[in-house]
């Protein structure tokens, strides 16, 4: 899987996950920002990407991450 | 979540009112002391308190319990994750009380938040923050007392459910963290939705778990994942929490109440006594890691880097302060 279907990935499933439109998520957006999470919110979208990529993301790698293009590469380290 | 069962007010059982009657005499009163403690006034029936003055229900502002046939049902609804702070300390309490007089008669016992986000986020870090503020000017051997007379009430708590004489299950979702873990552990039987991630986070803050949470851990898992969630502060999926033996059940999103449901009515089966000896059997409380735990943390909270860590914890305007 090439970065941009990650990417494009990982924005599907935010936006499944919190109801958003995807074609308002960009790659270098802060999804903070974009979805209107908090932390709590976060860790949803971590569990869904644990489930739907069968892998562990430990929090500590998510530390600074806010952009899907950021988070791609943290899972793409473990994939 | 689903919805908690509507509330009803079911009469004592009889083995209830004609148990032993020394023992139940005292145990009332222990009740009733709790109650008064948790803000109810035992002796005024009403929405809280049953006309004998039992608790056959209870409806208070951290946590709700009822019966639904031979389960106690024990909801915790505070906002906003159901911090564990006085409030909920003084009504759990007053749980713990009402389970030592016989939990009206009930063989099992299911606890399950109402909260979206989650089980519990943990300890009250705010009030913490507070009271330990508020005592700048006190000695550390008034302020060492008084978190150690905190963690006296808690552990009684803590241990009370862990050793109750009925088996008791959690159904847990979305935030499972520090004393949320802690109390989800006292549980025989931990169902979990899809949602529920695991964690100890208390290093960042310069602490260990203080509510019992690493003794009762090691007794249920290995010590190499103890390990990894104290040393790392990370969070474990329900899924993975399963493959390391800390779940029963992993169900579906807003499935986990139903699935306790039923392994508490599977529980209600079997005859009480025997469910009693097994479990005592089955279930060790570790005493003297539990004692150790709490002279550590009482230790821990004497150094600066806490009052540090929580300053920053409260004052942080981060969309992410559960992040480690």
Request: glycine letters at 8%; proline letters at 5%; aromatic letters at 6%.
């Amino acid at each position: 899987m090439t970065e941009d279907q990650l990417i494009a990935k990982l924005i599907a499933l935010a936006a499944t996950r919190f109801k958003a439109d995807p074609a308002g998520l960009e790659a270098d957006q802060d999804f903070f920002a974009s979805l209107g999470i908090d932390s709590f919110q976060a860790m949803e979208l971590m569990t869904d990407l644990e489930e739907e990529f069968d892998v562990e993301i430990p929090d500590y790698e998510l530390q600074g991450v806010t952009t899907f293009r950021a988070l791609a590469g943290v899972l793409a380290a473990r994939l | 979540m689903s919805d908690p069962a509507p509330e009803t007010r079911l009469p004592l059982p009889l083995k209830t009112r004609f148990g032993a009657w020394p023992a139940r005499v005292v145990a009332r009163r222990t009740l009733r002391k709790a109650l008064g403690r948790a803000g109810i006034d035992p002796r005024v029936p009403g929405p809280a308190v049953a006309a004998d003055g039992a608790g056959a229900y209870f409806s208070g502002r951290a946590l709700r319990w009822t019966h639904a046939g031979d389960v106690l049902e024990v909801t915790l609804h505070r906002a906003p994750c159901n911090e564990i702070g006085t409030t909920m300390l003084a009504e759990l309490e007053a749980l713990a009380a009402y389970v030592r007089a016989g939990a009206g008669g009930a063989q099992a016992l299911l606890m399950h938040s109402a909260i979206e986000r989650g089980c519990s986020a943990g300890a009250d870090l705010r009030e913490l923050h507070a009271g330990l503020l508020g005592r700048s000017e006190a000695s550390p051997l008034a302020i060492a007392r008084e978190v150690r007379g905190f963690l006296d009430r808690i552990h009684a708590v803590m241990d009370t459910l862990d050793q109750a004489p009925l088996t008791t299950v959690a159904a847990v979702h979305g935030v499972v963290f520090g004393g949320g873990f802690e109390l989800a552990l006292t549980a025989d039987v931990i169902v979990a939705d899809k949602s529920a991630r695991f964690a100890f986070p208390e290093l960042r803050l310069g602490l260990v778990p203080g509510f019992g949470g690493i003794p009762r851990l090691r007794r249920d898992v290995g010590n190499a994942v103890v390990r990894d969630l104290l040393l790392t502060g990370r969070s474990l999926n329900a899924t993975r929490a399963q493959g390391v033996g800390l779940v029963s059940q992993v169900v579906g999103r807003g499935k986990a109440l139903q699935a306790a449901r039923g392994v508490a009515t599977q529980a209600t089966r079997f005859d009480a006594d025997t469910t009693r000896l097994a479990k005592r059997f089955a279930k060790p409380l570790p005493r003297a890691e539990l004692e150790r735990e709490k002279d550590l943390f009482v230790e821990m909270l004497a150094r600066p880097v806490v009052l540090d860590a929580l300053t920053k914890f409260v004052e942080s305007d981060d969309v992410r302060p559960y992040l480690p």
